[in-house]
């Protein structure tokens, strides 16, 4: 884990909302340098639920990107697609597809090298669902550079997960997020292990339960034992990026800076 890259989730150290996570901050240019300053390696870009147009993602406006990256000397590694959180992507997968084009070219003008895939909430899918998404993408993107990685819930379990993944390899693969395997009662330990090959990126996250509910917290505080995570991404030989999608109690830079030197300490 020593070469091991962490990055964090845009909005989560300038949040435009302490109540209400993924959503585009107002400083975003600011945050690029407040990022780069307490210790991170890249900015995960959000093309977010509400779509802000004071997004450039939503203007497609590389350019203000491109100088906002050069000036602060941090990467926009990866672009996280929350939109479809909260929009069902299945519902016309066609027009998704246009989108993702859009999405692609914008995203290799920035230098983005991972979009990550939201399979959740709105967009949960099925078995069948995913496979046929699949296909399609496949046929759309297959050439292309870009590596494209699904989070998923646990509608599809761990199994078929592989065998949908392993057919399309190494271009498309999964996003496995800690956080969400708490509180879905999850073994990290036999998931990563038995999708050792199809996990493409990592979204970090610890979790505490309180009464019937998960919630978020602050790296370190929650049930996630990162012993057992270091030696495991260790031992799978993990060589991909961690993005912190980390708890920022009511002062985002001060939690930034306590989570990823909680990261550093742990996992490298």
């Known amino acids: 884990m020593k070469k091991t890259q962490f990055g964090i989730m845009q909005g989560r150290i300038f949040p435009e909302s302490y109540r209400v ?5 107002k400083f975003w240019k600011r945050e690029f340098f407040a990022t780069k300053k307490i210790g991170y390696n890249y900015l995960e870009l959000i093309y977010d639920e509400g779509m802000s147009k004071k997004n450039p993602i939503h203007n497609l406006d590389h350019k203000i990107i491109l100088t906002t ?20 992507l299945f519902s016309n997968t066609n027009k998704f597809i246009d989108n993702l084009k859009i ?27 995913l496979t046929s998404l699949l296909k399609k993408l496949h046929k759309n993107f297959k050439d292309e ?7 998923l819930d646990s509608k599809i379990n761990v199994k078929n997960k592989k065998k949908i993944f392993s057919k399309y390899l190494p271009r498309f693969g999964i ?29 970090l996250k610890d979790k505490k339960r309180v009464g019937n509910k ?16 270091r030696e495991l991404l260790e031992k799978i030989k993990y060589k991909h990026k961690v993005t912190l999608e980390c708890f920022y109690g009511n002062n985002g830079l001060r939690s930034g800076k306590k989570n990823i030197n909680y990261a550093f300490t742990k996992l490298l």
């Open 21 to 25: 996570y993924n959503k585009f901050p």
């Open 69 to 88: 990256i050069k000036k602060s000397k941090l990467k926009a590694y990866s672009m996280v697609l929350n939109f479809f959180a909260k929009n069902n």
């Open 145 to 151: 550079k870009i590596l494209f990685s699904f989070e």
């Open 214 to 229: 998960f919630v978020n917290t602050y790296l370190g505080d929650g049930l996630l034992n990162f012993k057992k995570l």
């Open 175 to 203: 996003c496995y997020d800690t956080g969400n395997s708490l509180s879905d009662f999850k073994d990290f330990n036999y998931e990563i292990n038995y999708l050792k090959n199809e996990i493409n990126h990592l979204h």
């Open 103 to 129: 999405l692609v070219k914008f995203a290799k003008k920035i230098n983005v090298k991972v979009i990550v895939i939201p399979v959740i909430e709105e967009s949960s899918s099925n078995l069948r669902g």
